[in-house]
């Protein structure tokens, strides 16, 4: 197996090869662009992609950190980071998305290793995440737990995982 390959490898070589950018803020220090760009890649993915009519906006972005992943300063990833006792009673990330024309490079698990070093910084210990279901493997590779049943949650797939 090439370096590459590997989780590790995939994370160095794509900073390498893509002039990625990372950037943490909070509710109110995003744009009103940065909101709508957040806004259009959820929807792109989770409700037209997915094929799934859902309430994105939700009331919880205030309550969030954001992680947004530029490519050549196109936002290509993102996901929503909350302290214990905000989404869940543990810390959480979620609605974590890589652009279509984006996948391959390694992006998902950047933000996953980025999501979850930023919740240690915090000094959280316990991190819950509800992931779709065929990302189990996915998840399990950043040291991810199955916990419970599979569940829908607008009508896909879902499953309880644990880091800790």
């Known amino acids: 197996m090439k370096v590459e390959d590997t989780k590790e490898g995939l994370i160095k070589s794509t900073k390498k090869t893509h002039k990625m950018q990372l950037v943490f803020k909070k509710w109110e220090e995003l744009s009103k662009e940065e909101v709508q760009s957040i806004f259009s890649l959820r929807s792109e993915v989770f409700i037209v992609e997915q094929n799934c009519p859902y309430q994105d906006i939700d009331g919880n972005d205030e309550k969030a950190d954001h992680?947004?992943?530029y490519e050549n300063n196109n936002l290509c990833g993102y996901t929503r980071i909350f302290p214990k006792n905000t989404y869940f009673k543990e810390a959480s990330f979620g609605r974590t998305v890589v652009k279509k024309t984006h996948r391959g490079k390694g992006y998902g698990h950047v933000l996953v290793k980025e999501s979850i070093g930023f919740l240690k910084?915090?000094?959280?210990?316990?991190i819950k995440i509800s992931a779709q279901s065929y990302l189990i493997k996915f998840y399990s590779s950043h040291g991810f737990v199955v916990r419970g049943e599979e569940?829908?949650?607008?009508?896909?797939?879902?499953t309880a995982m644990f880091f800790e």
């Open 67 to 69: 992680l947004l992943l």
């Open 121 to 126: 910084t915090k000094k959280e210990k316990t």
């Open 151 to 158: 569940y829908l949650e607008d009508n896909i797939p879902h």
